[in-house]
Structures are given as C-alpha cells and as structure tokens.
C-alpha cells in the first residue's frame, strides 16, 4: 500500500516474495481488534513510531496513541502511504538512523 511504485531493485525483490490476497483477508479483521496498549505500558524502552500520512491500515491517531503508550517517538511522513519503503525510503533510513544513533547502537 504505497502512493509510487517501488525502485526496481526493491520491486525486483518484491517480485520473488509470496503474497495471498485470502492471507490478508483472514487477519485483517483482527488486526482491526488488536489492543496492546497494556503490554507497551511495560515495555521498559523508548523508540520511535513512523506512520504514513495517508496510510489506510493504521490512521495517525492510532500511531500516535501506540508511541504515547510506550513514551515513543512519533513521526508522520508526509504524502506516504502504509510502505514506507517504497514511498519514502530515505525519511525512513534516516529515522531508523538517528534512532539507532540516539540509542548508543553501531549500525554501521
């Protein structure tokens, strides 16, 4: 669920993946019914939360209500969708970047 087409190399990738529609269409349902506020409540770590702007499965509000339970980071990427990594590949290497920087952890 992106708003562009992915790179080729990503889509190359991509294309060798399974994927079933009757999958999706059996979860989804209690996905929309999930509820782990409680179990990030205890979550004894920080961390960040990314969200497209116009991601149909998991509205803002829902993300932001996910970091708050758990003290995170929120972050809204601007005309993305649900595939951060098709439609903002950089703002999501460069989150998960700084991230990782913040918390002390060599990722290079």
Do not use: C, K
Not at 62 to 89: C, N, Q
């Amino acid at each position: 669920m992106s708003r562009r087409a992915p790179r080729p190399d990503l889509a190359a990738v991509r294309a060798g993946q399974a994927y079933h529609a009757e999958v999706n269409e059996h979860f989804t349902p209690q996905f929309q019914r999930l509820d782990l506020t409680e179990e990030l409540r205890s979550y004894p770590h920080s961390g960040l939360v990314m969200v497209g702007e116009f991601d149909p499965l998991v509205p803002a509000e829902s993300a932001a209500a996910t970091a708050a339970a758990f003290g995170g980071e929120l972050r809204v990427v601007p005309d993305a969708a649900h595939d951060l990594l098709v439609d903002a590949p950089d703002a999501l290497i460069d989150a998960l970047r700084q991230t990782l920087d913040s918390a002390g952890v060599d990722h290079r």
